[in-house]
């Protein structure tokens, strides 16, 4: 199992989701080498969220590179019954699979088996959904708590200004092993703001790979969550 060393770190996490497919492995091999050590992946299937994106052979196409640099791969299922999907994913190489309360019925058995998978476990909230929704599930099942701060589906949108206290909420009543991440509208604007609320993950995708140099965009980003 994934010791989830890297979770509990402050760490940009570059998202493939804005990145361009046909260099797929370049750009990541780009923020790699400018420090990146969480590589962000968004799976959405049509039906818990519009759009459609890609799969479990896109994890496999870049674990080498990604593990080889000593990063992990941390994938976010924006999918219905996500717990049908969870081994594929694990074999594919994620370290960290996380999953929606809002998708599965089955929450508690859905994160152990991510566990049992060999990978950490995350929950995932959206901006309409309480924190408390994770109480059941914080102690002993939970890895990493994500709170989306825009609604799922899109990338370059803009960070719902009350995400910032709902940070603060889930970082008060998270226990201190539990990783926070922040999804959505985070660039170096807005990146310095997230973390003080108490997220130490930082997902950030159109500002990084849809730049005309996602390395420089990512070091920028990173300097401004105090990384650098």
Request: include cysteine; proline fraction near 5%; charge should be negative.
């Amino acid at each position: 199992m994934s010791d989830g060393r890297l979770l509990r770190e402050r760490h940009v996490a570059p998202s493939i989701l804005s990145a361009d497919f046909g260099r797929l492995r370049a750009q990541v091999i780009e923020v790699l080498d400018a420090g990146a050590r969480v590589i962000h992946v968004d799976v959405m299937d049509g039906h818990f969220v519009p759009p459609i994106t890609f799969g479990a052979l896109m994890v496999e196409a870049i674990a080498d590179q990604v593990h080889s640099a000593g990063a992990m791969i941390d994938v976010h299922l924006m999918i219905e019954r996500p717990e049908r999907q969870v081994a594929e994913f694990a074999r594919a190489g994620a370290d960290n699979i996380t999953v929606h309360v809002e998708a599965t019925p089955h929450l508690h058995y859905t994160l152990n088996l991510i566990r049992e998978s060999g990978a950490t476990a995350g929950a995932a909230l959206n901006p309409g959904t309480p924190p408390d929704a994770l109480s059941e599930v914080a102690e002993n099942t939970l890895d990493l708590a994500l709170c989306m701060s825009v609604n799922p589906g899109w990338g370059a949108q803009q960070l719902i200004p009350a995400s910032i206290n709902k940070l603060e909420r889930m970082r008060a009543a998270l226990p201190e092993h539990v990783a926070l991440e922040v999804d959505g509208g985070v660039h170096k604007d807005t990146v310095a703001s997230v973390a003080r609320a108490g997220a130490n993950l930082l997902v950030t995708g159109s500002a990084v790979f849809g730049s005309d140099d996602p390395a420089g965009a990512y070091s920028e980003i990173a300097a401004a969550a105090g990384l650098r």
